[in-house]
Each structure stands twice: as C-alpha cells, then as structure tokens.
C-alpha cells in the first residue's frame, strides 16, 4: 500500500486571464504522489502552490495536461462529481482555518459527516474521536470565535481527517500561527500521518513547515525546479 | 434533510439578523391578516345589516321604480300581483309603498321620503310593530339619524304633507310613536315610515306598492309582468363595490408592508452572499455541490417566510381573536359613506384567508430569497474560497 498511486499530473497547465494577457500559473508540471506522502509544494507567493493544490483538490480544472486524482481525471469531472471526491476521499486545510461561524467546533467536524450520509450515533463517535485527536474534546461546544488561533486550526484539522480521508491538502496552515502553535499543529498532522497513514500535501513557504517535510517539490514560476525526497526512502513525516 | 437542518442553524446562528427580518416580516404577514379580516368583516356585516333590514331575501320591483331617483315614484307603483299578494299573506314578504312628501319640523321644511310598511311584517328587522293604530294620531317611525337632522323625539306631533295620486295635496299630523337606533341609514336617512294601509288610504292607492320585500329562503322567482325581480347580487352591488374601493386601498397598503418585509430579505440574501463567500467556498471543498448550497441559502431565506408565519401566529392569532370578540369602533359618520356597520366593525378571517396569505408570503420570500443566490451558481469554488464573486 505504501507505494499506491495517489495522484498524477502530466504536463499540467494552467493559465489565467489577466486583461487582455494570459498568466501561466502552472507550467508543464509533471508530478506523481503516492500513499501516505508527508510532502510539500514550496516557493515564493505566485509561484502556483495554491493553483497546484486546488487542481489535485478537484477545486479548478488544468486548462492543459491531466490531473489524475484517485484514479479520477480532474478536467473531465463533472461538478457534481468533483463535489463527491471532495466530500469522500479529500480533506482541506486553509490557512484562514475556514470554520463555519454559526457552528460550534462539534459541528464544524460533523459536517463532512452530514454530507457523507452517517448516523447521528456514527456522527458522534467519529467527531468526538477527531477532537480527541487533536486535543480540543473539552471544546466541542465552543464556537468558532470562542477559540484560538490555534485552536481553530486544529477543530479544521479534525474536520478535514474525520472522514478519514485518503488525501488532505494543506495550505499554508501555520501561516497565521505563532511558533508555539505552529509546532502543535504540525505534531498533530505528523502523528496523523505516522499513524493512520493519512497523506498530507503542503502547500507551504514557511520554514517551520518545510523542516518536517519529508518530500520537497520546489516550485518557481509554475515549474518544478526541485523534487526532493529525504534520504531513506521514508516518506511520512517527521515529528517535530 | 441535510439541507433544512443545515438551513435552519445557520438561520438561528445569524441571531439578531434572523430576528429583525423575522420580525418586519412577521408583521407584514398579521398586518395583512387582520386588514383582509377587516375587509371581509366590512363586506359580512355591511350586507348581513342590509339584508336582515332593508333587502330580506331579494325584492321585487315595480318597473318603473327606482331607489335612487324620487322623480320616478309617482308613476312608479302598481297593485301588488296575485302571486306577490300570496307570499305576503303567507307571511314570506312584505310590500312597501314609497311616497315623497314635505314634513315641518320646528318651523323648516323638509323633504322626505314616506314608506308605508305592514306593522306586523316579520321579514325585515325594521320595528314596523311600534306603527299598530292606537289612537287618534297617525303613528310614524323614524330612524335615530332622520331624528337627529329634523329635531323630532317620541311623543312629537309633526304635520306631515304629500301629494295624492291625482295630483292635490293633503296634509295630516303625525305621532312619532318611537325612533330606531338602526345602523342601516338607507332605512333611516330622509325616511318616515308609516303603517302602509294608512298610507294606502292617504294616498288613494289601495293595494298598491312600489317594492315587495322577499323573506330569506324564498327561492322561487316567477317572472311577473309589470314587476323586476332584484337578487341580493344587484341590490348589494353597490356595498360590493365600496368594499371593493376599500380592499384595492388595502391590497395597495399592504402589498408596500409585503415589500418592505421582501427588500430586507432580499437585502439580507444579497449581503449573506457577499459576506460569506468564504463560506460558500469551504461548503464546497467540503463537498457541498453548487446546487445544494443554493438549495441551502435559498431555504435560508425562504425560512424566514415559515419563522415569521410562527412569530405571527403566536401574537396574531390572539389579537385576531381579540378584534373579533371586541371589534373595532367605527368613526363616527362612518355610516354616512353608506356603510350599514354599527358602532364596532368585527373582522371576518377564514381558513382560505389564512393559508392564501400563508402561501403568498412564503412563495414571494422564497423567490425573493432564491434570486440573489443565481450568483453562486457562476461561483468558482477557489474564487469563493479567496473571498471573490465571480
């Protein structure tokens, strides 16, 4: 399982509209990622991270070359099942933590859940797991503006694993974190990707991250200049 | 069921927000209840006063007569025909003979309408029993308004005088024998009504009569010549289109108070939108099609119409219930616009009213609330997610 093909992209385009010029945000970007991955997309702002993640996230569509996604070729899907990929088998992360305002912590998590189509009794469990998870149980009835940055981070973590996902994309997760919560959040994502075996894809610049990436997909201006992968040929990640 | 219990929280969640819209549109949806309710009460108890007092079940008319032009009643009164004369000594109608004539109250002249009328008819609510001959003076009844404009009391002699049928005047005294609180003007106003076989013979127009009062239930309406049967339709047609009059005024009122309440859901839906794109976003990458989220902002919206019909019941249905034990006391001079109403207008609600007004509401909040979501339909996931509109 450790080697089982996960995503693929094969010279990957995509170019915005900019006036009247076209920007090329991916350039020609040949990547493959298997199985429970610890990696990261890094680079400068612009250099299309975030385009990279939305397209393997089924969130946008190539305008060139193919993105294969669980065995799902993304610019062929219809909204609807890209909609379903989402829901099933990829979890996010955002850098803003993206907490639905009106729901509590339990309920943020219990989302995917309710899409899915669980039992309130599978519901309940899962959730309560997930928080456990990440260490905020005991918060489950806060809201959103009742937590901290942190805290809000890691109620997005348990929301994007509790469906235990095949896939979860990060982006820039710690961006808006200090270095303390920073550090906790990037534990947790590393205990879960040590333990149950949950591929995480980075979309990062931030150096506290970068240190505990396994793989390195360096890109600039659209193009992958670097993949590295760290010696030993493990790829799951480190814990800080 | 995802999507009303995800709507639903989401409306409870927005707290302050909900409640204000909840509130203006809640008084839209009572405010139009109880003034249909008032329209409908104007229309019920206009007609049910009219009825029971001056129209019964339907009337006959002579052909020439016409209520609303004193000119053509000398010529327009007839022997009452065989088939009428036979309800009437059944008990099922009742004729009534309309002269002009002049009374002198206090020393001024004052044209007036004389009705003659059996005192024992039992087919209007009219008091035509306090008319029995008991004296030596001819006995008169007059409403409180005819009272009022000529000065008269019970107990007052009054000279009254009027033109025979071949064309002299006459002249005799009358006892005012009682004055009826009537809310009926059209028996009141101008009106002395007269026991009708002394009007007969005061007129030399025996068994004559210009109208023959139908009792409610006679059903049979034979056609007989010299006579024009006139249904409660025709004769309330007038009382038909004044409450007509008054409901475009209040269709006009209240479908401004409709739009009020539907501006600041519209507002509200324009600015949810706006406002959480970010939001719309994350329900996609959670997995959320496009679809189900404008299913979920529409329903969002559209809950507010069910929230408010909820509010509105709770403190409508008990002012409803108030109004109508207790009605709502009419202006004075109000019945001078016709209307037969009484000192308290009691509003009428029926079930139609409630579930049409019900149902009118919420599919305007529904649609209202459906147009500002169209834009998330051409809403990029990853736009949303960056806080953009497409």
Redesign the interface.
């Known amino acids: 399982m450790e080697n089982t093909m996960l995503i693929r992209t094969e010279d990957l385009v995509k170019t915005y509209p900019m006036g009247g010029d076209k920007i090329t945000a991916l350039d020609h970007v040949n990547l493959t990622f298997t199985k429970g991955e610890f990696a990261g997309l890094i680079g400068p702002s612009g250099s299309g991270k975030t385009t990279l993640l939305?397209i393997i996230?089924s969130?946008?569509v190539p305008t060139q070359g193919s993105a294969e996604v669980l065995g799902k070729k993304i610019e062929s899907l219809t909204?609807?099942q890209a909609?379903?990929l989402?829901?099933?088998f990829i979890g996010?992360i955002?850098q803003?933590f993206?907490l639905?305002?009106?729901?509590t912590a339990f309920?943020n998590v219990e989302?995917?859940l309710?899409?899915l189509?669980l039992t309130a009794a599978q519901r309940k469990k899962a959730v309560m797991d997930a928080l456990q998870w990440v260490g905020l149980a005991d918060r489950a009835k806060s809201r959103p503006s009742q937590l901290s940055g942190g805290q809000s981070q890691r109620v997005a973590i348990a929301?994007a694993v509790v469906k235990n996902p095949a896939l979860v994309l990060a982006d820039e997760p710690t961006a808006n974190l200090d270095a303390e919560n920073s550090h906790h959040i990037l534990h947790t994502m590393a205990r879960l990707n040590n333990e149950m075996g949950t591929t995480f894809i980075f979309a990062t610049h931030d150096e506290k991250v970068i240190r505990h990436l396994r793989r390195k997909i360096v890109l600039v201006d659209g193009k992958v200049t670097k993949d590295e992968t760290l010696p030993g040929g493990e790829k799951k990640g480190r814990l800080p | 069921m995802i999507i009303p219990r995800l709507a639903l929280r989401n409306l409870l969640g927005a707290r302050i927000r909900t409640w204000l819209n909840v509130a203006v549109l809640s008084l839209s949806f009572v405010a139009i209840i109880i003034f249909q309710g008032f329209y409908r009460g104007l229309d019920e108890q206009g007609s049910k006063f009219k009825i029971e007092s001056e129209y019964g079940g339907g009337q006959y008319w002579q052909q020439d007569y016409d209520a609303f032009d004193p000119l053509t009643l000398p010529d327009a009164h007839a022997k009452v025909p065989e088939a009428l004369e036979r309800l009437i000594q059944d008990g099922r109608a009742a004729a009534i003979l309309v002269v002009q004539g002049t009374l002198y109250p206090n020393g001024r002249v004052m044209p007036v309408l004389i009705k003659g009328i059996d005192p024992g008819q039992k087919i209007l609510t009219l008091p035509s029993f306090f008319l029995t001959l008991n004296g030596a003076n001819v006995p008169a009844l007059i409403g409180s308004r005819m009272a009022k404009s000529s000065g008269l009391r019970i107990g007052d002699t009054i000279t009254l005088r009027w033109r025979e049928t071949g064309g002299s005047f006459n002249a005799l005294d009358l006892e005012i024998t009682q004055v009826m609180n009537t809310t009926n003007p059209g028996i009141d106003n101008g009106q002395v009504w007269l026991p009708l076989e002394k009007l007969r013979s005061m007129t030399r127009m025996e068994g004559e009569a210009n109208l023959v009062v139908l009792a409610k239930g006679v059903n049979e309406f034979p056609r007989i010549p010299g006579w024009t049967y006139k249904g409660l339709d025709t004769l309330l047609k007038d009382l038909k289109s004044m409450v007509q009059a008054k409901t475009v005024g209040g269709n006009i009122l209240y479908t401004f108070l409709l739009l009020l309440a539907m501006l600041a859901i519209f507002d509200t839906q324009v600015l949810s939108i706006f406002k959480r794109r970010k939001e719309i976003g994350t329900l996609m990458a959670l997995g959320m099609t496009r679809g189900a989220v404008i299913r979920l902002f529409t329903l969002e919206g559209a809950l507010h119409g069910v929230l408010a019909a909820l509010a509105g019941a709770a403190y409508g249905m008990p002012l409803a219930v108030f109004l109508m034990k207790k009605g709502w006391a009419m202006p004075q001079g109000t019945d001078s616009y016709g209307f037969a109403l009484g000192n308290n207008l009691f509003p009428a609600y029926s079930a139609g009213l409630v579930i049409g007004t019900t149902v009118l509401v919420l599919t305007v909040t529904t649609i209202v609330s459906y147009l500002p979501t169209r834009k998330i339909s051409k809403l990029k996931p990853t736009d949303a997610l960056r806080g953009r509109i497409s």
């Open positions: 939305n996230g969130l946008d909204h609807k909609a379903e989402r829901n099933r996010f955002f803003t993206n639905l305002p009106v729901y309920e989302f995917p309710l899409l189509g929301r």
